[in-house]
């Protein structure tokens, strides 16, 4: 398995986390983010994991301090359905009924523990389609 991910300022301490753990379970890890703590602008690691995530259709976990600005800068690309998530049943329902490509957690409101666990269920959960389908072909404007 292969996973995008990328960050900004905000999330050094939980990135690290979450390299840690993505590449003890075997888990190929493009990274996109930022090592610095000094201030850099989200959409500059965003826009490459979109890129890669719609390449190379593996999925993608961004992380800032909301999960704001990364969730609607991921949005803006066709084939992108980046989804907020804090728990892991709201992870869960992102990829079951959503078919979401791209977690997005908020490092300054969500536990290390949690996170993890909300990666954790979003990589193990598949897209139920059915009657979700015919919603997430509707998602998109054009």
């Given at each position: 398995?292969k996973?995008h ?7 050094g ?23 610095e ?9 965003v826009?490459p ?9 593996a ?10 600005g ?9 084939g992108?359905?980046a ?6 049943d709201?992870a ?6 959503n078919?979401?490509n791209v977690l ?39």
């Amino acid at each position: 398995m292969k996973i995008h991910i990328g960050n900004d300022h905000a999330a050094g301490d939980l990135r690290r986390e979450l390299l840690s753990w993505l590449e003890s379970n075997g888990i190929e890890v493009i990274d996109h983010g930022t090592t610095e703590d000094s201030s850099v602008d989200y959409p500059d690691h965003v826009h490459p994991l979109a890129e890669g995530v719609l390449a190379d259709g593996a999925l993608g976990i961004l992380i800032c301090g909301s999960a704001n600005g990364v969730c609607m800068t991921a949005n803006k690309y066709p084939g992108i359905r980046a989804a907020i998530a804090w728990r892991p049943d709201i992870a869960g329902l992102a990829r079951m009924h959503n078919d979401a490509n791209v977690l997005c957690l908020p490092a300054r409101f969500i536990a290390i523990p949690d996170a993890l666990d909300c990666v954790r269920t979003f990589l193990e959960t598949s897209f139920e389609g059915g009657r979700h389908q015919r919603r997430v072909a509707k998602i998109p404007c054009a």
